[in-house]
Nanobody, 119 residues
Framework: QVQLVESGGGLVQAGGSLRLSCAASRSIFSINSMGWYRQAPGKQRELVATFTSGSMTNYADSVKGRFTISRDNDKNTVYLQMNSLKPEDTAVYYC?????????????WGQGTQVTVSS
């Protein structure tokens, strides 16, 4: 079992920055994959950025060059640095963890944190 708690959301002007945090209840060293997703009103949840245990990252085309995913293993925390924010970035942002043990895979989600970008 992995518990995830997001924080750092809020209201920001277009062009501004926010850093989201995702604190895990266990060492992220043992988590196979972690990532950030977002869901805007009336839309499906979409992938924003992922960071795997192999230190590979990938980003949605819409955020490349603006968002950066990073981690601090000592704090069991994954971050999403968001720069040059746009109104279309407004959404609830969720942290996701995937834990693989042998043939089994489990997915865990945080409660979400609201990001609102004003013009």
């Amino acid at each position: 079992q992995v518990q995830l708690v997001e924080s750092g959301g809020g209201l920001v002007q277009a062009g501004g920055s926010l850093r989201l945090s995702c604190a895990a209840s266990r060492s992220i060293f043992s988590i196979n994959s972690m990532g950030w997703y977002r869901q805007a009103p009336g839309k499906q949840r979409e992938l924003v950025a992922t960071f795997t245990s192999g230190s590979m990252t990938n980003y949605a085309d819409s955020v490349k060059g603006r968002f950066t995913i990073s981690r601090d293993n000592d704090k069991n925390t994954v971050y999403l640095q968001m720069n040059s924010l746009k109104p279309e970035d407004t959404a609830v942002y969720y942290c996701k963890a995937v834990l693989v043990r042998g043939p089994s895979e489990a997915q865990f989600w945080g409660q979400g944190t609201q990001v609102t970008v004003s013009s």
